[in-house]
């Protein structure tokens, strides 16, 4: 069989959701808590409209067109991002971030994981999680060994 190119894409969809949280870490005092994270270690906590990006990668498969329907990626994004964290308190709500603090860089990992669980093997390639317009977190799925 004669060896064929495929065309390779992004494709992008993104989502918002509203959240409260508190930057607290359990490894450390209230003195030590309140020195790091100031005033987003307040105890009653503060609320974003976080929005996220995610990005598939693959290719444009030649009979439909498509990387992926947008229509199943609409859906895996309400399962791993809107049922569990819209309208959530991040650290009373979500299991997760009970023992994880609830930085953007967390969020975005547990978004990531959550769709890893849902898409084709191989397929996601970005997670872009935007606090506010100007703290913004990309994660791709990288990691490194820690001695
Ligand atoms: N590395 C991180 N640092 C901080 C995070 C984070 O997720 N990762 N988060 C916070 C707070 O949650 C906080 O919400 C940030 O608020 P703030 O500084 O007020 O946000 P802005 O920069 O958008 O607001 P300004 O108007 O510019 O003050 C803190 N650190
Ligand atoms: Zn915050």
Same mark, same amino acid.
């Given at each position: 069989m004669s060896p064929?190119?495929?065309?390779?894409?992004?494709?992008?969809?993104?989502? #918002?959701?509203?959240?409260c949280h508190?930057?607290? %870490?359990?490894?450390?005092?209230?003195?030590?808590? !309140? @020195?790091?994270?100031g005033k987003c270690n307040n105890p009653n906590g503060h609320g974003h409209n976080y929005k996220v990006i995610v #990005?598939?990668?693959?290719?444009?498969?030649?009979? %439909?067109?498509?990387?992926?329907?947008?229509?199943? !990626? @609409?859906?895996?994004?309400?399962?791993?991002?809107?049922?569990?964290?819209?309208h959530k308190n991040l650290d009373k709500d979500v299991p997760y971030f009970s023992e994880v603090v609830s930085t953007t860089e967390n969020v975005a990992v547990f978004i990531w994981d959550?769709?890893?669980?849902?898409?084709?093997?191989?397929i996601l390639y970005k997670v872009e999680v935007?606090?506010?317009e100007q703290n913004v977190v990309v994660y791709k799925g990288e990691e490194t060994i820690v001695k």
């Open positions: 064929r190119s495929a065309r390779l894409a992004r494709l992008s969809r993104s989502v #918002t959701f509203s959240a508190r930057l607290h %870490s359990k490894s450390l005092s209230d003195e030590e808590n !309140l @020195k790091l994270f #990005t598939v990668r693959g290719e444009i498969d030649p009979v %439909s067109g498509m990387v992926m329907n947008l229509t199943d !990626l @609409k859906e895996y994004m309400q399962a791993a991002i809107m049922e569990p964290l819209d959550n769709l890893q669980r849902l898409l084709p093997p191989g935007q606090e506010t």
